[in-house]
């Protein structure tokens, strides 16, 4: 029998289900697979982005639970995101209508700005979803991402997007936005893991009564820029150890940490047992002890998903301190 996920209440007074699957990385031809075998064993949170380019595939999915009666649509809670090029006010509404349409819903749930950094518009030649100067970096927009913010805003008026929030924000850019916006981010979805714990960044988010999303729970093993060398989250022999002392696993014991911390978890996942065991943590608690422990194994460089190759922006993210 699946386990009760517990419900996250956002400022607006709508509910997340505080697990739920990711689906970056996860490759066309699995992704559709994975949603309807994650809705199937009881996940009901689904967050996806234009840019995973798997949005037709998702919706497809989720057309086919519905068909099947296995769930209704408010029974899910659905999460997608703006891309950079997409942060000019006037664009802001035909992306989010192009992200609907692929996932044949009328509504999402939560929808985020996927970066503070906006990205040339209207690209004709190349991948239009990273356009490119004439030194083959990404190529900018000159937009403010609190203007595109302000245009997301108006989604949240017509009935497209119950609430809407930021991706990758540090500190002093959410500042900048809560000093002009009239909806008040619901969330603020970043990296978040034993390495790279975030623990500054959360309290900010907490006081501002702005719940965080950690997206990469597991430390993103399989991010496509990793090095021959680098350490490996889940193979962590303190984590190892952990996990016999409460009869789970590493990812479990990761897992269970993040939920206790009251962060949103978003595992990625295409296998179905691999599924439910990431689901399978909600029968034991971690002690006071071990959640301080798990906490001690921040690192300087544990950040997973750098964005090294977009350093140059203006509004790049990580340069603060968080």
Known sequence: MAPTIPKVKLNNGQEIPQFGLGTWKSKPG???????????????????????????????????????GVVKREDLFVVSKLWNTFHRPDLVEGA??????????????????????????????????????????????DVDYVDAYLAMEE??????????????????????????????????QVECHP???????INFCKDKNITVTAYSPLGSADRPWAKPGEPVLLEDPKLVELGKKYNKSAAQVVLRWAIQRGTIAIPKSVKKQRLIENMDIFDFTLS??????????????????HAQWDSHHKFHPFHDEY
């Open 96 to 141: 989010c209508r192009k992200t609907l349409a692929d996932l044949g819903l009328e509504y999402l749930d939560l929808y985020l700005m996927h970066w503070p950094t906006g990205f040339l518009e209207d690209q004709t030649s190349g991948d239009p979803l990273f356009p490119k100067d004439d030194q083959n970096r990404n190529a900018h927009s």
């Open 155 to 188: 989604l949240v008026r017509k009935g497209l997007v119950k609430s809407i929030g930021l991706s990758n924000f540090n500190k002093a850019q959410i500042e900048r936005v809560l000093a002009k916006a009239t909806i008040v981010p619901a969330t603020n």
């Open 30 to 68: 699995e992704v559709e697979e994975a949603v309807k075998a994650a809705i199937d064993v009881g996940y009901r949170h689904i967050d996806g982005a234009m840019v995973y380019k798997n949005e037709k595939e998702v919706g497809d999915a989720i057309k086919t639970k519905l068909d099947e």
């Open 288 to 305: 006071d002890e071990d959640m301080a422990y798990i906490n001690s194994f921040n690192r300087p460089d544990g950040r997973a998903c």
């Open 195 to 201: 390495y790279l714990n975030q623990e500054k960044l």
